[in-house]
């Protein structure tokens, strides 16, 4: 995210390069050949050619009007039309919506690995900072998992709609196509944090931003589609749409063993994990590595009490993974990498969680760099279908990292100052206390920063039946720091605060721009029913992305039954959760 010097104390970046021009005159030709590199595996060419209303589907082929129809539902028609029409013979395999996602997704999958290939060539560069390589490495990582998503998307495709239920067909590929988006922004946010890192920005804006306007565009077309059939099939069977469980409603996908298992009070671990060498690992690490990969098995990591000073990463393939505490008071994993001393947001996390299914109970996750660091997250999250019970995550600014796809916190603390709950995942926070921490001088706390980008997207940050409030060492001093709920870190930011507690730390005025007007009116940010003495609405700001929900409705749309489909796999973590209002 960019520097607190946006918006708070005015302070300067350091460490400018002060010569640069000879590496600026070697990325200018590398974004030059990019750009042609680009542009020759698309086949986009100035745009689709214009045509004349009253001749618009003469000459046509079937293919070309079926990808025409479907490129009108996109945000970027031009390029959805022309990334296919301009494929020698694409258009002829069309012959449905669904094939014009299919082979949309097959191009912006060459898209993304050429994208690859210019990082590795950016890398070679000798004269990169530390923090410019870091960032370089990050952006291979969100590529990487990207090139995952649009595989993990053609399967579900080629499964659709019989597979499973439309809703979850429907809610899985927004997710996959929302995070890989998200992971475009991810690569480039990691040069925004010195003037110097714009030339490197410069090289992968091009192609970073092409990716991204593709999966926006099979998004868009993703919604349509899932959109009309859920419609025609609430209209046909005139029935109540459900996930797809089994009579005892447990996930289909759900084992016997692991079934006996989460409805155990107690648990069996599979490893042991004690710094005074009394377990099986030392290390939270060495236990993460050896724990088995792409496991359909939950997985149990016993975390003993103790402090675990190290930087963790459970990867993409460690699924199905728990780390279980001592309690959150006693199990603690802390580290204090930030942007300050070179590190990127993305890379500064002391936890990191990116495999599927995730669960954490009884932890404390800890970044203890301090409010003078900048961004220096405790605990970046990317796991789909993860949870976390009786977890706090402590820092400053950037505290909680909810990256991207479907998450659920139920009885946790977090902790912090500026945009300290932050990311675009679709992330559900209940019965959480979320208090504000005493900043800077001169600085405001901001609860939330949430990134959507594109209003096809299904993710936002939604805070129900929570508290929100102040930390010890802000209590005595509230009236000389302004705490607010949230700011749009991106265009289409959106936040839901729900059936909460809201004392007086939040400002009366309730949200806060993050730039002059930026976002105001694209940005959904809604309250429902909360109470306190901070949770009045009558000075609230009025911007007309701003509305206090009268609709329950409207609000249910919120819970995490619908927001993050709960219904079809919180049932499996064993924590408790409600679904509805």
């Not at 976002?519 to 809604?526: D, F, K, P």
């Not at 039954?561 to 679904?579: K, M, N, Q, R, V």
Request: proline share 3%; glycine share 8%; net charge neutral.
């Amino acid at each position: 995210m960019p520097s607190v010097k946006q918006f708070f104390t005015g302070m300067s970046d350091s460490g400018k390069h002060t010569s640069i021009s000879k590496r600026n005159k070697k990325l200018l030709l590398l974004v030059f050949s990019s750009v042609l590199l680009i542009a020759a595996v698309v086949g986009i060419v100035a745009g689709v050619h214009s045509r004349k209303s009253s001749t618009d589907d003469v000459g046509l082929t079937a293919g070309h009007a079926v990808l025409k129809s479907a490129c009108s539902s996109t945000r970027y028609p031009d390029l959805c039309y022309s990334a296919i029409a301009n494929v020698p013979g694409a258009s002829n395999k069309v012959t449905s919506q669904k094939d014009v996602i299919k082979v949309s997704l097959n191009i912006t999958t060459t898209a993304v690995e050429h994208n690859y290939f210019t990082i590795e060539k950016l890398l070679a560069f000798k004269n990169l900072t530390k923090r410019e390589k870091t960032a370089l490495h990050d952006c291979l990582e969100t590529i990487d998992e990207t090139l995952d998503e649009l595989h993990v998307a053609m399967d579900d495709l080629d499964e659709y709609p019989d597979k499973k239920s439309l809703t979850q067909h429907a809610d899985d590929l927004k997710t996959l196509m929302s995070a890989a988006m998200t992971n475009q922004e991810t690569c480039l946010d990691g040069f925004s944090h010195e003037d110097a890192d714009k030339h490197v920005r410069a090289v992968l804006l091009k192609g970073q931003r092409h990716v991204e306007h593709m999966c926006s565009n099979a998004l868009a077309m993703i919604k349509n589609m899932t959109d009309t059939d859920i419609a025609r099939e609430r209209e046909s069977m005139n029935r109540k749409l459900m996930e797809e469980r089994d009579e005892s409603g447990w996930p289909k996908w759900l084992s016997a063993g692991d079934r006996r298992l989460l409805q155990s009070s107690s648990v069996t671990p599979d490893v042991v994990v004690a710094a005074d060498g009394s377990g099986d690992y030392k290390t939270v690490s060495a236990a993460v590595a050896a724990a088995p990969e792409k496991s359909s098995k939950r997985y149990i990591i016993r975390i003993k009490a103790g402090v675990y000073k190290e930087n963790v990463e459970v990867g993409k393939k460690k699924t199905n993974i728990m780390f279980l505490g001592d309690g959150r008071s006693n199990t603690i994993i802390t580290g204090s990498k930030n942007v300050v001393d070179g590190s990127t947001t993305f890379n500064s996390a002391t936890v990191a969680v990116v495999g599927e299914r995730f669960l954490a109970r009884d932890i404390t996750f800890q970044n203890t760099a301090g409010p003078s660091k900048h961004q220096a997250v405790a605990l970046r999250v990317g796991s789909d279908l993860s949870a976390f019970y009786k977890c706090d995550m402590l820092a400053y600014q950037d505290t909680l990292y909810v990256h991207s796809n479907r998450q659920f916190y139920i009885n946790c603390l977090v902790a912090g100052t500026v945009d300290f709950i932050f990311g675009n995942a679709a992330a559900v926070f209940q019965d959480c206390d979320i208090h504000a921490r005493r900043p800077n001088s001169g600085q405001k706390n901001m609860l939330t920063a949430q990134g959507r980008t594109d209003p096809n997207q299904n993710t936002g940050i939604v805070i129900q039946k929570c508290r929100i409030g102040a930390t010890s060492d802000l209590q005595p001093v509230i009236s000389s720091f302004k705490t607010y709920l949230g700011r749009p870190w991106k265009e289409y930011s959106r936040t839901v605060v729900m059936q909460t507690s809201i004392t007086n730390v939040i400002d009366p005025a309730g949200w806060h721009e993050w730039s002059e007007s930026f976002a105001l009116s694209t940005l959904y940010y809604g309250e429902y029913q909360n109470t306190g003495a901070g949770a009045g609405t009558s000075k609230r700001v009025t911007w007309t992305g701003f509305k206090v929900i009268t609709s329950a409705s409207e609000a249910q749309g919120f819970t995490p039954g619908t927001f993050i489909a709960g219904s079809s796999w919180l049932g499996s973590t064993g924590f408790p959760y409600s679904l509805g209002l």
